[in-house]
T-cell receptor
Framework: EPEVTQTPSHQVTQMGQEVILRCVPI?????FYWYRQILGQKVEFLVS????????KSEIFDDQFSVERPDGSNFTLKIRSTKLEDSAMYFC????????????FGDGTRLSIL | RKEVEQDPGPFNVPEGATVAFNCTYS??????FFWYRQDCRKEPKLLMS???SGNEDGRFTAQLNRASQYISLLIRDSKLSDSATYLC??????????FGTGTRLTIIP
């Protein structure tokens, strides 16, 4: 069964540094997403991406965040200057349509900011 | 505001028992509904989509009540491997999924 893959599985970074989280969505999917989950809290939407542009973003997704699809397979989330409160699990997801089909999640990157 | 509410539990249930969870959502125009399960520190995994007519997948049955804006999940003949957090998830007609806090289930041998 095709799956979403994410790298790295764990990233430890000093506060203020830039991080790039990588994802390879399922190959025939067209819609891509990033979510995060702070320890002990619910999964929260960050951003959706379709046709090489952001289609929706949450208020969490401020100017420090950006997403990119640099080639035909990778989908990346960049945090420019990390803060302590960015420590969380970051999940990438993809789906074949916008509303009806479920989104399939990668196994996440645990980001720890020191 | 678009919200999904769940009883966080925990539910501690003996092996073989039947357990049911409910979830309520705030927006009657919601488009699609799902149950995901999440094991500790892992990703959400799709358990099943929830259809208007209700649907069943083996020991799992999901129901949707649009008039009352709630969704249910029934697990029959529970197994030890069913221990997880069950996430009620709604697509409110835009692209993002809105998650409930999850209901934690522990199956006791």
């Amino acid at each position: 069964e095709p799956e979403v893959t994410q790298t790295p599985s764990h990233q430890v970074t000093q506060m203020g540094q830039e991080v790039i989280l990588r994802c390879v969505p399922i190959s025939n999917h067209l819609y891509f997403y990033w979510y995060r989950q702070i320890l002990g809290q619910k999964v929260e939407f960050l951003v959706s991406f379709y046709n090489n542009e952001i289609s929706e973003k949450s208020e969490i997704f401020d100017d420090q965040f950006s997403v990119e699809r640099p080639d035909g397979s990778n989908f990346t989330l960049k945090i420019r200057s990390t803060k302590l409160e960015d420590s969380a699990m970051y999940f990438c997801a993809s789906s074949s349509d916008r509303e009806i089909q479920p989104q399939h999640f990668g196994d996440g990157t645990r980001l720890s900011i020191l | 505001r678009k919200e999904v509410e769940q009883d966080p539990g925990p539910f501690n249930v003996p092996e073989g028992a039947t357990v049911a969870f409910n979830c309520t959502y705030s927006n009657s125009a919601s488009q699609s509904f799902f149950w995901y399960r999440q094991d500790c520190r892992k990703e959400p995994k799709l358990l099943m989509s929830v259809y208007s007519s209700g649907n069943e997948d083996g020991r799992f049955t999901a129901q949707l009540n649009r008039a009352s804006q709630y969704i249910s999940l029934l697990i029959r003949d529970s197994k030890l491997s069913d221990s997880a957090t069950y996430l009620c998830v709604v697509n409110f007609g835009n692209e993002k999924l809105t998650f409930g806090t999850g209901t934690r289930l522990t199956i006791i041998p």
